[in-house]
């Protein structure tokens, strides 16, 4: 079961020619979810040959421009097809004005739903197999950190065990594993716990950015294995950085070690920093977390299963 993260931009407040603006997605079994939408996301998407059609979920951040100005292409782009199912953005309560104000003053031609939920903290998408989950942050707008964790999945089936109790290879192993009890000819009743093991982790990704750092925000991304995590400044910025509300690298990196990631990835840089400069950045963060790493554009991660 493949879960892969792709960051489609790095840069905060301004597109830099190997830099667009924010924006990251998720492609778990065919279907992708993006974090934010920065300016240039289209181009990263066409490049990477993503499809982009079947994004259905769009997770905004905040209303600052550098995360949101490519959303306006992102719904021109879904009337290319024909679509059966509804584009569903998540954000701040300005997210729906700033739509409905494009799709008016462009005249966008829209053939499809698009659902705008104003975003809480808690779950705010959840299905049989996985959740989003949204989480305020400190900036000098309302803003939200999302994680997105798979749900734990059954054990691992044990045949030499169901056969020693007598369980037929059948339609009775299948039920079995998908959690529900089966009733043998002689009245025994198997439960799943009878021949699974233990109950086996899934996957877990954080995306946080635009934040002074919060000690709660590593109880939020605990144990991912992956967070994607604003390192705006190097520490010599430290006092600039709070001012406007944004971390340095070794604040993203105090989140991961208080956090117990695996994997720390560094974005939404300052364009003060060039490709060159960014290794400043990078030495701030692992002097703090050593798994730490200078997320690119169009870098791909891959999570894979615990077990």
Known sequence: ????????????????????????????????????????????????????????????????????????????????????????????????????????????????????????????LEEEEYLVRAFELNHTKPCFGYVFEEKKRPGEFHPEVARSLGIPMGPMWGILQKGESVTLEDGRVIHPSDVMGDLREGRKFSYVTDSLYVPGIAAHVKESDLLLCEGMFTDDLRESAREKKHMTASDAARIAKEANVKQLGLLHYSPRYSDYELRYLLKDAKKVFANTVLSKDRMRFSLPLKD
Request: proline share 4%; hydrophobic share 40%.
């Open 1 to 124: 079961m493949n879960f892969e993260v792709f960051v489609l931009g790095t840069s905060g407040m301004m597109p830099l020619p190997n830099r667009n603006l924010t924006s990251a997605m998720i492609r778990r079994e065919g279907e992708l979810f993006l974090f934010d939408c920065g300016e240039g996301t289209q181009v990263s998407l066409k490049k990477l040959n993503l499809k982009w059609k079947r994004i259905n979920s769009i997770f905004i951040s905040h209303m600052h421009a550098d995360h949101v100005t490519g959303l306006p292409g992102i719904l021109m782009l879904s009337s290319q097809v024909d679509r059966d199912t509804p584009l569903i953005l998540y954000g701040p309560g300005k997210l729906k004005e700033y739509v409905d104000a494009n799709r008016r003053i462009l005249d966008i031609y829209i053939n499809y739903e698009i659902i705008v939920k104003t975003v809480e903290e808690g779950i705010i």
